[in-house]
T-cell receptor, first 112, second 116 residues
Framework: GESVGLHLPTLSVQEGDNSIINCAYSNSASDYFIWYKQESGKGPQFIIDIRSNMDKRQGQRVTVLLNKTVKHLSLQIAATQPGDSAVYFC???????????FGTGTRLKVLA | GAVVSQHPSRVICKSGTSVKIECRSL??????MFWYRQFPKKSLMLMAT?????????EQGVEKDKFLINHASLTLSTLTVTSAHPEDSSFYIC????????????FGPGTRLLVL
């Protein structure tokens, strides 16, 4: 399944399928990008990050893609599991400030 | 590693009282700590940036006299909501960044504040 981020804040996928969560970031000068997972009533949990000099980075079951031309970031989750159900936020680091700008978030629902 | 704690996890107080929330980096020294506010089903809104030993920098629209921030050590920052009112009810989350110059912020579990 694929979301368009800002326009479809909820993404439902079948367990075992791959998920793609998208994010459009705002500042072309941002040089560091992070994906966080937030479960209900908890703080954001770091998933994966990528610097602006890269266009792809892989972790365990997750991949982040960065397209600086269109200021787009995506998070791919392979073989989505029920434990992946949460809200996912992208964040961009404003170069030189260490401050983050967070995206609006996408809720991922994993269907059994 | 990179564990951040907050205390209390939830607090209920009467209108007009002040509430203090603590944020601690447990296994690293945090040059900078950040305080965020999050409304239900919304994203995180940065309130202020706190550097150890100096005054906090507040984002536009955030009242510094209302939300007092102290960052007295490299492992502790506090947020005090003064004269709390029901509209201050929210989920407050802190994050911390290490001293190495790395940009990654590690977040605490959040504090749920309910003002009656």
């Amino acid at each position: 399944g694929e979301s368009v981020g800002l326009h479809l804040p909820t993404l439902s996928v079948q367990e075992g399928d791959n998920s793609i969560i998208n994010c459009a970031y705002s500042n072309s000068a941002s040089d560091y990008f992070i994906w966080y997972k937030q479960e209900s009533g908890k703080g954001p949990q770091f998933i994966i990050d990528i610097r602006s000099n890269m266009d792809k980075r892989q972790g365990q079951r997750v991949t982040v893609l960065l397209n600086k031309t269109v200021k787009h970031l995506s998070l791919q989750i392979a073989a989505t599991q029920p434990g992946d159900s949460a809200v996912y936020f992208c964040a961009e680091n404003m170069k030189g400030t260490y401050k983050y700008i967070f995206g609006t978030g996408t809720r991922l629902k994993v269907l059994a | 590693g990179a564990v951040v704690s907050q205390h209390p996890s939830r607090v209920i107080c009467k209108s007009g009282t002040s509430v203090k929330i603590e944020c601690r980096s447990l296994d690293f020294q945090a040059t900078t700590m950040f305080w965020y506010r999050q409304f239900p089903k919304k994203s995180l809104m940065l309130m202020a940036t706190s550097n150890e030993g100096s005054k906090a920098t507040y984002e536009q629209g955030v009242e510094k006299d209302k939300f007092l921030i102290n960052h007295a050590s490299l492992t502790l920052s506090t947020l005090t909501v003064t004269s709390a009112h029901p509209e201050d009810s929210s989920f407050y989350i802190c994050s911390a960044r290490g001293t190495s110059g790395q940009e990654t912020q590690y977040f605490g579990p959040g504090t749920r504040l309910l003002v009656l």
